[in-house]
């Protein structure tokens, strides 16, 4: 199996397990998912060392403009399966944005993540 592959099997089996977990105890799957995010510097790095690994096999294995379509047809899923919860959603965001300077303090490392995927995609397709 390539590392893609792997990756894929990952994926494909955490989603099915995931929605299986939810469909059996939807209230249970809650109680994990509290306990886990409430260490959010714990769930933090390991969400940083998560991007490096799988970030590092995918750019090894995949240009950046197949990546960033990847990510614009996950987006779209996201935002398919969020738009029922559209105002709860938009109260999140508002508490997110809170002051800007806050927002950034919070999520620069993710923005500035998000803006060189941006730029080098760009750049890829442009030259």
Do not use: D
């Not at 894929?8 to 955490?14: D, E, N, R, S, V």
């Not at 939810?22 to 799957?29: D, F």
């Amino acid at each position: 199996m390539t590392p893609i592959e792997i990756l894929a099997t990952i994926f494909a089996i955490l989603i099915l397990v995931k929605l299986l977990f939810v469909a059996v105890n939807p209230k249970l799957w809650m109680k994990v998912v509290e306990s886990i995010l409430s260490h959010t510097a714990f769930i933090t790095i390991v969400y940083c060392l998560l991007a490096v690994v799988i970030g590092y096999l995918i750019f090894t294995s995949l240009n950046i403009v197949q990546v960033a379509a990847v990510m614009l047809f996950t987006s779209v899923l996201i935002g398919l399966g969020l738009a029922p919860y559209s105002k709860t959603i938009l109260t999140l965001g508002k508490e997110m944005i809170g002051t800007r300077s806050e927002m950034f303090r919070k999520t620069w490392l993710a923005i500035l993540i998000w803006i060189a995927i941006a730029v080098w995609t760009l750049y890829e397709v442009f030259t």
